[in-house]
């Protein structure tokens, strides 16, 4: 079972990633959460791994740190989540995000997230609370109250939206970022920014 790599990072094309470990290359797929801290290619990069073996493929999906790690893997312990449905979610919240979205049983802003539908939200929020709570000791945290956490996964799912429009993962980021503003949603957001592009290219 392999569990960590570190090694040269080759290529960073969502959901995939190849880093050569001394002459070998591994590909593996990650959340986009993880491709917003990856170094330039030819850089030093070292993941957590969770590997899922099965009968047809050896699946590898990797993480920055632990705490990613083992959200996705209880994610994926949830019935109808499979790791592209983990994937997603994770791409969409950031590990806190998760943590404080759970805590507060928000079903809103899972529903938000790709793949995710307003049934499997309330279950995938019942089946992880106390389970996430014994993981991780308490599971919100204090920037949930403030309105933060919903200003983040709104920022997060337009570039989303942006990456699956075909743009670089760092040119949606800076696109959303650069027009981002409290209180916005994502669908605004997406507009202003792909107004901005469109102006650049003018």
Not at 53 to 74: C, H, I, P, T
Not at 165 to 175: E, F, R, T, V
Request: hydrophobic share 50%; proline share 4%.
């Amino acid at each position: 079972m392999i569990a960590w790599l570190s090694g040269k990072l080759l290529n960073k094309r969502p959901p995939s990633i190849v880093l050569d470990v001394n002459g070998v290359g591994y590909e593996l797929d990650a959340p986009l959460n993880v491709f917003y801290e990856l170094p330039d290619l030819g850089a030093e990069v070292s993941l957590f791994v969770h590997m899922v073996v099965r009968e047809d493929a050896q699946n590898l999906y990797g993480f920055m740190n632990v705490k990613q790690r083992d959200l996705f893997r209880s994610l994926i312990k949830v019935s109808g989540i499979g790791p592209k449905v983990g994937l997603a979610i994770l791409s969409s919240l950031t590990a806190d995000d998760l943590l404080a979205c759970v805590a507060h049983e928000d079903v809103a802003t899972l529903v938000a997230v790709p793949g995710i539908g307003k049934k499997t939200a309330q279950r995938l929020l019942v089946e992880l609370k106390d389970k996430l709570a014994k993981e991780f000791g308490s599971i919100a945290p204090d920037t949930a109250s403030d309105g933060t956490v919903g200003a983040v996964s709104e920022e997060r799912d337009a570039i989303a939206a942006l990456i699956a429009l075909g743009y670089k993962p760092a040119d949606a980021s800076a696109a959303v970022r650069g027009v981002a503003e409290m209180g916005m949603t994502s669908e605004v957001m997406i507009r202003a920014a792909l107004k901005n592009i469109g102006k650049g290219r003018a």
